[in-house]
């Protein structure tokens, strides 16, 4: 089977970072997002112009952006709510801006204060901005399988979003497993609807990791749907503010390693994305949460290491 190569993004700097209980000083942060160029990582979500209050971990993300080295064919992109959010991460020079909004109405609220209604609204200005200036846009559509507060996501809610999402302009949709509830049954009945009418290529799948399952999530996509993106954060950092219970997102590392494992090419290097995730732990207060962040690659004999 002629399966497609992986594309990843990697959203440790914003995912990850923006709920981790310790602020990790800016230097740190523009050493992780240089250390994950320097891996070979391709496109990287280096912050969030949000609202400082709403969330204090992402208010230094224009001097992230000021202060990465930019590696000739990363992209470095930002989350943005609205055009607020537009216009500073257009002056940070952002390459590529993330709009977000929810299939469940009560995540949507909690999140950003709007209805999806509301939130897409918001939007319109930002992408009838963006699409002059020809700046590419993902849209993220959080708890398109579970929600926190209402409980399973029915595939029906999650493809009036998507398409209202595409109708806008956006390039590419980001569909979230916000809590990491789902299942391999759960990414099944989404795909099999989403793919009737969103090409698979427009797809890329952000899967949080609370219940183990990412992994496994990932590669149903992967095999059975021919889904290639995927977002991950280094280390399995993070989770989002606004899901209670929810861990981080899988981790780059643990993704790479189920993915080379089962025969997939994957433009990214294992090792240096391992420590670019050790090196924040003597600030994260607590060890990372991926697997593969355990082992010591070194002490493995060279058959068995990945
Ligand atoms: P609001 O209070 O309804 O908005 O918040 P507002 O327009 O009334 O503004 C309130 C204050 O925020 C004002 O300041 C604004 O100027 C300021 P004040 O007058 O009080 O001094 N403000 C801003 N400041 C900086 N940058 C901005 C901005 N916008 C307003 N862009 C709002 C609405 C959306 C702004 C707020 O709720 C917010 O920023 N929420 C952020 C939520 C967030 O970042 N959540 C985490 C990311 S989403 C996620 O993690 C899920 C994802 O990973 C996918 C998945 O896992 O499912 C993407
Ligand atoms: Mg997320």
């Given amino acids: 089977m002629n399966l497609p190569a992986i594309r990843l993004v990697e959203v440790g700097p914003r995912d990850g970072l923006q709920n981790e209980k310790a602020v990790m000083p800016l230097v740190a942060k523009v050493a992780f997002v240089d250390a994950l160029s320097a891996a070979g990582l391709k496109e990287i979500e280096a912050g969030a112009f949000v609202s400082p209050a709403a969330v204090p971990q992402m208010a230094d993300s224009a001097e992230v952006f000021e202060s990465i080295v930019r590696h000739e064919g990363v992209v470095y992109s930002a989350l943005v709510p609205n055009e607020k959010g537009l ?119 952000h899967f949080h990791d609370t219940y183990g399952m990412a992994a496994a999530n990932a590669l149903t996509a992967w095999r059975e749907f021919s889904i290639s993106g995927f977002d991950s954060s280094s280390g399995g950092l993070g989770g989002c503010p606004y899901a209670p219970g929810a861990t981080g997102n899988v981790a780059t590392e643990d993704l790479i390693f189920a993915f080379k494992a089962s025969g997939a090419r994957v433009p990214a290097d294992l090792a240096k994305i391992q420590a670019a995730a050790k090196a924040l732990e003597p600030k994260l207060g607590r060890g990372l949460a991926s697997h593969l962040s355990k082992i010591d690659l070194t002490s493995v004999p060279p058959s068995s290491r990945p």
């Fill in 87 to 205: 216009d500073r991460a257009l002056d940070a020079d952002a390459d590529k801006i993330a709009v977000f909004t929810a299939a469940s109405e009560t995540f949507n609220r909690r999140n950003i204060n709007a209805s999806v209604a509301e939130s897409i609204e918001r939007f319109k200005p930002v992408l009838e901005r963006t699409l002059k200036m020809e700046l590419p846009v993902r849209g993220y559509i959080s708890t398109a399988f579970y929600c926190p507060f209402e409980g399973k996501v029915a595939p029906e809610k999650v493809l009036p979003v998507a398409q209202k999402l595409l109708d806008m302009g956006v390039e590419e949709l980001s569909i979230g497993d916000t809590i990491g509830r789902a299942v391999p049954d759960d990414v099944r009945r989404l795909l099999e609807l989403l793919l009737k009418s969103v090409p698979a290529e427009k797809i890329f799948l």
